[in-house]
């Protein structure tokens, strides 16, 4: 039967016996700390795909986070920890999202083993606990379980009568760790700067402008020994602590980078400092010794490097925090609490209770007062309301509510009370979802990544080979007099002019901003597209939707509203119509098809009553995808389809018809021929309106420069009513087309070098949408339509499609912007830093300079990326109507 409905939406299957039961999969979200650029991520993410048991690792330099799909019966989360920190990294387990029904608890009293034995021996002795995992260190439980069974509620209630009440449970904070790592990042680093300003203030004032002021510069010349003086001892006493204490993140970093033979930022940082530092504390060693050597020194140099460094650091980190502002306004729409109702067997309320929103299981029923947020997904079973969607699927005007009406939650009660059946609770939730894919999105890398990571193989090294190759020049252009002495200033000699050369281009490089170039610009792109109810699933959809130039479009429910409606009835023979249409609505209530749910409805209708609306018993039934439905009902064989369907199964079609055909097919209404017992019986006219912004979105398009097609499995009479009304030339239509059909066409338009967005909403069209360069799904269609896109328009608006466009365009725009300022400073930096422009101009740039254009240059790259947020939607649309998942 699987094997069936994969074949019947257009693909190919069969069933391998031998890899059932045997391959798994789960994936888990990892804090990585530690990385410092691109060389970091790389190496960590070999490092990761290497491991028995991971079938893929993503590393993300700006989340500061790692995504792993592993097989856990080969390896586990505790394996992946101790690799990251083989590597050099630490790592703090943030998610596993292998069950959909997992809850991590935090248990108070628990300090021995025997402890964790007695309550997981209680939990397991509960029906629908699957399996149980226990950190004492962290006194954190992890519970895996069938959520239709049992609940986090159940646990608690076991875990606090367990032990004579000497344990105490509640929800662990999930991302707790996340959010106070990236707190504590950022306080350390505040920190960090603050302190190395304490010591590098006087150094600097030392070494720079108490030297020009008579009575201090006397003071500071005082001989201590020979010819070490009382300024030099200051400087050297200052500095030491902000490299070798404040600054010691970074040796560290360089450490651990080479002992496992990579370079990183780090490493340029190290070695940069550490010349000045070490060859200042030659100098006044030799000046404390000799009663001739007059020492000059660096120390301000490496001091101030480090500091500069810091705040650029700092900076850095407050900027990356902003770009992912949009997964916390997401996940803030969900409520903190819920009322919880107890309903007696008469269906009585015997007790509210107010609960945390964590704690809510399966089918509780729960309480929605006028302005409070919908707590879970759930079915209303009393009560009726106006509720607003527009934060979850952009319908800007509420939604009425009633008995048996699904909600969603995280949507806002306006006006009524309402009892709602918990339904999806947890991780299933809808709001979960679209977190967990925007999540998901800012991990993916885009394809141009690559060019970074290329770069950063060889960046550390080749920058490291020029600054020795720098000083090198300078100090034997110095020794063989090939530039005049008085290019060299007073307070130095040759070698000491040419180590700052050498220094300042060891520091003024910059790997970081090429690293953040790509992945910041995708993550600031990614959240303003779930903010304006675009959910684009990760780089690759970005960069490819900024290339298309064709959309090929479904019909049914994507240019039209969707809602078809039966407009009219035309029987060829004589029949009571109630009767002819218990007969087709028994065929229709079997399938999915939203013309099939029309003509139930319509039937219902014709009743004229909602009592008794059991359709009588329909034997045989089968679904001809494309095509139409057939079964047998009272003994009657009923087939209701197109006429492609009819002429397949020996039915033929009276001149009558034919004409019925052609009249409603020419006002872009869809034709379904209803047959009874190989005889033709009837025409059912039915229409689904056409969105009002479909022509205005075609337009658009057709002035970018971008093909539009219609491929639907509509009759081509329909379908060219249709097309006339968008303004889509019959030569770009395609009609009667099955859902292989349709990813047959993509795959032709691809090999005549087109670069395809698909636009579909149904089972359908999951082949095509797969097929396309970029596969868009209506928000309001089938959850496959949905998994098998790129990019989801939870608004089913139309004019998303040019948004989404023009969104990918913005933000490739800003990454090569990115790049550009990137390899620019780079590449102009390295040069100036080396002493290019000195001999013509005796600019030369001063290590500490150059380390404060590299905190910079990162930076810059931020902020770059984050004026996406200020992105708005192109002039031409009509944006009046249009609202987004998070109201800024």
Known sequence: MIRETIEDVGFQAKLIEEEMNQKSSQVCRIQVNGMTCTSCSTTLESALQVIPGVQKARVALATQEAEICYDPKIVDCNQLLEVIGNTGFGGILISTGGDSSRILLIVDGV??????????????????????????????????????????????????????????????????????????EIRQYHRAFYWSLVFTVPVFFTSMVFMYIPGLKNVLETKVANMLTVGQVLRWALSTPVLFIIGRKFYIGAYIALSHGYANMDVLIALGTNAAYFYSVYSVLRAATSPTFKASDFFETSSMLISFILLGKYLEVLARVKTSEAIAKLMDLAPKTATLLTIDDKGKVENEEEVDCRLIQKNDVIKTIPGSKVACDGLVVWGQSHINESMITGESSPVTKKTGDMVIGGTLNENGVLHIKATKVGSETALSQIVRLVESAQMAKAPVQRFADHISKYFVPLVIALSFCTWASWFLAGMFNSYPRSWIPSSMDSFELALQFGISVMVVACPCALGLATPTAVMVGTGVGASLGILIKGGQALERAQEVNCIVFDKTGTLTIGKPMVVNTRLFKTMVPQEFYELIAAAEVNSDHSLAKAIVEYAKKLRGSEENLAWPEASDFESITGHGVRAIICNKEVILGNKVLMMEQG?????????????????????????????????????????????????????????????????????????????????????????????????????????????????????????????????????????????????????????????????????HLNYFWALGYNLLGIPIAAGVLFPSTHFRLPPWIAGAAMAASSVSVVCSSLLLKNYRKPKKLNTHDLQGIIVE
């Open 111 to 184: 300090n021995t083993e025997n402890c964790i034995k007695l309550i997981k021996n209680s939990l397991l002795a509960l029906q629908g606990v699957q399996e149980i995992d226990f950190d004492l260190q962290l006194k954190k439980l992890s519970i895996s379980y069938t959520a239709d069974v049992t609940g986090p509620r159940d646990f608690i209630h076991v875990i606090e009568s367990t032990g004579s009440g000497c344990y105490k449970a509640s929800i662990f904070p999930e991302g707790r760790e996340r959010e106070e790592h990236r707190h504590q």
């Open 651 to 815: 039915i033929p079609i009276p001149v009558e018809a034919e004409e019925a055909l052609a009249e409603t097919e020419g006002q872009a209404q869809t034709s379904i021929l209803v047959s009874i017992d190989k005889e033709l019986i009837g025409v059912l006219s039915v229409s689904d309106p056409l969105k009002p912004e479909a022509p205005e979105v075609v337009s658009i398009l057709k002035s970018m420069n971008v093909e539009s097609m219609i491929v639907t499995g509509d009759n081509w009479g329909t379908a060219n009513a249709i097309a006339k009304q968008v303004g889509i030339e019959r030569k770009y239509v395609v009609a009667e087309a099955k859902p292989a059909q349709k990813a047959e066409k993509v795959k032709e338009l691809q090999d005549l070098g087109k670069v395809v967005a698909m636009v579909g909403d149904g089972v359908n069209d999951s082949p095509a949408l797969v097929a396309a360069d970029v596969g868009m799904a209506i928000g309001a269609g089938t959850d496959i339509a949905i998994e098998a896109a790129d990019i989801v328009l939870m608004k089913s608006s139309l004019k998303d499609v040019i948004t989404a466009i023009d969104l990918s365009k913005k933000t490739f725009q800003r990454i």
